[in-house]
T-cell receptor, first 115, second 113 residues
Framework: NAGVTQTPKFRVLKTGQSMTLLCAQD?????MYWYRQDPGMGLRLIHY???????AKGEVPDGYNVSRLKKQNFLLGLESAAPSQTSVYFC??????????????FGEGSRLTVL | GNSVTQMEGPVTLSEEAFLTINCTYT??????LFWYVQYPGEGLQLLLK?????DKGSNKGFEATYRKETTSFHLEKGSVQVSDSAVYFC????????????FGTGTQLKVEL
C-alpha cells in the first residue's frame, strides 16, 4: 500500500552542495512530476515525465535536473544548491489518461533547507 | 497562460459553520478543475473534481460546481468539523496532455470547537 514514496524526508545542505531526491511509485503510472511548495506561492511544477526515458521542463526548472531511467522512479537533482531552493518538494504520479482528467497521487514531501 | 486564484487565508470557523472557499481560473480551452486537500505533515490528496461546465464534484460533504460563465469553482461545505482543518488547493488541468496541474496558492482552514 506504499503509493508514492520520497526519500529523504528531510535534508540540510550547504550552499554549493549537491543532492538527489528519489521518488518511487508502485502503481505502474506513466506520468511523474516534481513540484515545490513555498509559502504564499502554492505548488509550482519543476519537471515532469510522461514515460520512461522522457523528461520535460515545468514552470520553474532552473537549477534542477531530473532523470527517469526506470518507469517507477523519478529522480530530482540539485547540482549546486542555493538558499532559494529551500522548499518542500513533492513528487506525484498519475496514470495515462485520455484528455486531462487524471488524478495525481502525491508523496509525503521532502523538506530541504539550504544554508 | 493558465492561472488559478484562491481567496487568501487563513479562514477560521466554528464547528458546524458553513464554508465557502472561492476559486477562479484563467485557461484556454476547456480545463478540468480540482480541489486537493493537504492535512498537516502530509502530501496533497484529491478531494473532488469536475471535468466539464455545470458538473458538480462532491466528496466527504464538500461540493464545487464548474461555472464556465464566471470561470469559478468555489468549494462549499454545509457544516465543517475540526477534522476538516487543512490547506485546500484549487487546481486546473488544461488541454495539452501530461495531466499537468496548475495550482492556486492554497487556503488554510482552521475549524475550532
Amino acid at each position: 500500500n506504499a503509493g508514492v514514496t520520497q526519500t529523504p524526508k528531510f535534508r540540510v545542505l550547504k550552499t554549493g552542495q549537491s543532492m538527489t531526491l528519489l521518488c518511487a511509485q508502485d502503481m505502474n503510472h506513466e506520468y511523474m512530476y516534481w513540484y515545490r511548495q513555498d509559502p504564499g506561492m502554492g505548488l509550482r511544477l519543476i519537471h515532469y515525465s510522461v514515460g520512461e526515458g522522457t523528461t520535460a521542463k515545468g514552470e520553474v526548472p532552473d537549477g534542477y535536473n531530473v532523470s527517469r531511467l526506470k518507469k517507477q522512479n523519478f529522480l530530482l537533482g540539485l547540482e549546486s544548491a542555493a538558499p532559494s531552493q529551500t522548499s518542500v518538494y513533492f513528487c506525484a504520479s498519475s496514470r495515462l489518461a485520455g484528455g486531462h482528467t487524471g488524478e495525481l497521487f502525491f508523496g509525503e514531501g521532502s523538506r530541504l533547507t539550504v544554508l | 497562460g493558465n492561472s488559478v486564484t484562491q481567496m487568501e487565508g487563513p479562514v477560521t470557523l466554528s464547528e458546524e459553520a458553513f464554508l465557502t472557499i472561492n476559486c477562479t481560473y484563467t485557461a484556454t480551452g476547456y480545463p478540468s478543475l480540482f480541489w486537493y486537500v493537504q492535512y498537516p505533515g502530509e502530501g496533497l490528496q484529491l478531494l473532488l473534481k469536475a471535468t466539464k461546465a455545470d458538473d458538480k464534484g462532491s466528496n466527504k460533504g464538500f461540493e464545487a460546481t464548474y461555472r464556465k460563465e464566471t470561470t469559478s469553482f468555489h468549494l462549499e461545505k454545509g457544516s465543517v468539523q475540526v477534522s476538516d482543518s487543512a490547506v485546500y488547493f484549487c487546481a486546473l488541468s488544461a488541454t495539452g496532455g501530461g495531466n499537468k496541474l496548475t495550482f492556486g496558492t492554497g487556503t488554510q482552514l482552521k475549524v475550532e470547537l
